[in-house]
């Protein structure tokens, strides 16, 4: 089975990331896996207040997901998988990499204009070859219909 890696976050290039992978595994009778992280910096620490900020960034990732899992679902065939992670972004999906052998794909929305890809796209290509899959690189600012047709 052919397991798609795909980050959910609040960035705009996570759309087309989402819609890439949905398109790729429905074609290739894959599986999408949805990785979220929860930062460091999104939970404060003290009695009580950071269990309430974690779950709150739980809420927040898991009606977002819902989203995306009920249009992969309708237009694609797709039932996603969602996995929730806390810490470091990049090591988190690093983790996440080697903790499901069966990850074949990652693909990662890359942010366009001068400010770059991105962090964790960044720091990924410079580790590439440590790497135990691909990489699907798609632009933030691809058009649906040219999205559609590469996938």
Do not use: Y
């Not at 797709?78 to 690093?94: A, F, H, N, S």
């Not at 699907?136 to 590469?150: F, H, K, V």
């Amino acid at each position: 089975m052919r397991k798609f890696l795909v980050i959910l976050d609040e960035s705009p290039e996570c759309q087309n990331a989402m819609r890439f992978a949905a398109m790729r595994a429905a074609r290739t009778s894959g599986v999408v896996v949805v990785l979220a992280i929860i930062p460091p910096e999104a939970i404060q620490h003290g009695i009580g207040v950071a269990e309430l900020m974690r779950q709150e960034a739980e809420d927040r990732i898991t009606t977002q997901f819902q989203l995306f899992a009920r249009w992969m679902r309708d237009s694609q065939g797709i039932d996603p998988e969602l996995v929730i992670r806390e810490g470091d972004p990049t090591t988190q999906l690093l983790a996440q990499l080697e903790s499901d052998s069966e990850i074949g794909i990652l693909v990662l929305g890359a942010a366009a204009g001068k400010s770059g890809p991105g962090p964790i796209v960044s720091r990924i290509l410079r580790d590439l070859s440590t790497l135990s899959c691909a990489i699907t690189l798609i632009p933030g600012d691809l058009s649906r219909e040219r999205l559609e047709a590469i996938s």
